[in-house]
């Protein structure tokens, strides 16, 4: 015990002179920011640290809150992530991802011997989103990892309840939601012939777009003249302050030409 801690007071006189304070970190002011992770508030080890009106977490706090691993020697931290691994030149505030050097990137600093990484940089990096929360005064992250993709559901394989709220929405046009559970119902058509296809589902910040083909009978076949009542049922926990809307495939125009159906 007693070898390691020499070694360990060895190693800290080490980091120290190898990576004075920043001119960064010297104008560091202790931060009482709160960080919600996925709308709960995470508990930190070490206080964070405003920088230049950018929010530094200790690198273990980051680890834990981006789910990634953080090591450290004398010179260099590294925090591997789900999309990269990020390399910190702690002497200089040089950051390198996957082994290439950033000529934008944000670098670590260093005060009281505990390395601070930049949040918002490191949890885009990361592909989580971050926004910050005037009202509650805090910066909030939605994990990309605990995103649910828009996904299309079997009828059958739904709850009685979930059943139930098809049968009483699919024969009206529109998109129809309970809890987590959209139908997207075409309204009456002549015959079966007439359907609903998802092409592409996308992202962008918090918004999420599906976008929906309406499509025709295939020529030449023949189909029974009865009313039929095509629609899709689908599954998505929209992440906090997350928006859905329905697009018309062709048209990229909302779906049935119904301003506002994304938020039934």
Do not use: C
């Not at 918004?207 to 095509?230: A, E």
Request: a neutral charge; glycine letters at 8%; proline letters at 5%.
């Amino acid at each position: 015990m007693k070898g390691k801690s020499i070694l360990a007071v060895a190693l800290t006189l080490q980091m120290v002179a190898a990576y004075p304070v920043q001119a960064g970190a010297s104008t560091a002011q202790t931060a009482t920011t709160a960080i919600l992770v996925n709308g709960e508030q995470s508990s930190l080890a070490k206080a964070p640290l405003l920088v230049q009106q950018r929010t530094y977490v200790s690198a273990e706090d980051a680890s834990r809150i981006l789910e990634g691993t953080w090591k450290q020697d004398a010179t260099n931290g590294e925090m591997k992530l789900a999309k990269g691994t990020l390399k910190f030149e702690l002497a200089t505030g040089k950051v390198a991802l996957n082994g290439k050097w950033l000529q934008d990137g944000q670098g670590a600093i260093v005060r009281d011997k505990q390395v601070y990484v930049p949040l918002r940089w490191m949890a885009e990096q990361a592909g989580h989103q971050i926004t910050w929360n005037a009202e509650k005064k805090a910066v909030e992250i939605v994990m990309a990892g605990e995103e649910s993709a828009f996904t299309l559901v079997d009828a059958d394989k739904l709850t009685e309840q979930e059943r139930a709220f098809i049968d009483s929405v699919k024969e009206q046009q529109g998109i129809h939601k309970q809890g987590d559970l959209y139908v997207i119902a075409r309204g009456p058509s002549p015959n079966p012939g007439y359907g609903l296809q998802v092409t592409k589902v996308e992202q962008s910040l918090e918004q999420l777009f599906v976008y929906v083909k309406q499509t025709l009978p295939d020529p030449g076949k023949m189909y029974p003249q009865v009313i039929s009542y095509p629609y899709l049922a689908a599954k998505v926990k929209l992440p906090p302050y997350t928006t859905i809307s329905f697009l018309d495939a062709e048209t990229k125009k909302p779906l049935f030409e119904t301003e506002g159906n994304g938020s039934r």
